[in-house]
């Protein structure tokens, strides 16, 4: 994608010469962006996708910032009947893994976890550091 990910834009940490600044207005279309997308993957497709790795770095802006939600190795598919999924291990970056995902007897998750992810990202996005 021409401008690369997310992360690229919002981190205070990055050095000034590879930073660029991005509007709190271009970032709330970014936001929006992002949460169509998952609104998609969540309800809008036959079979249920749930990304478990919603951060930064997993999403991408291409050459007018609209942005791209990338990498589904970690990626659980389900049918739209089911809201609640199985799941024998935690998936995810720490820091944006919801919390039911670190519980001992894991048991079921659903898409609410992605959103806690976004939540996150969100933060770091007004905040311009790593949460």
């Keep these: 994608m021409p401008n690369g990910s997310l992360e690229r834009f919002i981190y205070k940490e990055v050095t000034m010469k ?3 600044h991005l509007s709190l207005e271009k970032l709330f279309e970014i936001a929006i962006g992002i949460a169509r997308g998952l609104e998609y993957f969540h309800l809008g497709c036959n079979t249920q996708i749930l ?3 919603i951060k930064p770095h997993k999403i991408l802006l291409d050459d007018k910032f609209l942005p791209k ?3 589904f190795g970690l990626a659980k598919l389900c049918t739209m009947k ?3 999924v199985s799941m024998l291990e935690a998936r995810g970056t720490i820091g944006y893994i919801a919390p039911e995902l670190f519980c001992r007897n894991i048991g079921g998750v659903s898409h609410k976890s992605d959103v806690y992810s976004y939540g996150m ?3 770091e996005m007004v905040g311009g550091r790593k949460t």
Excluded: P, T, V, W
């Design 121 to 123: 990202m969100i933060l």
């Design 18 to 20: 590879d930073r660029q």
């Design 69 to 71: 939600i990338a990498d």
């Design 82 to 84: 089911e809201s609640i």
């Design 51 to 53: 990304h478990f790795d």
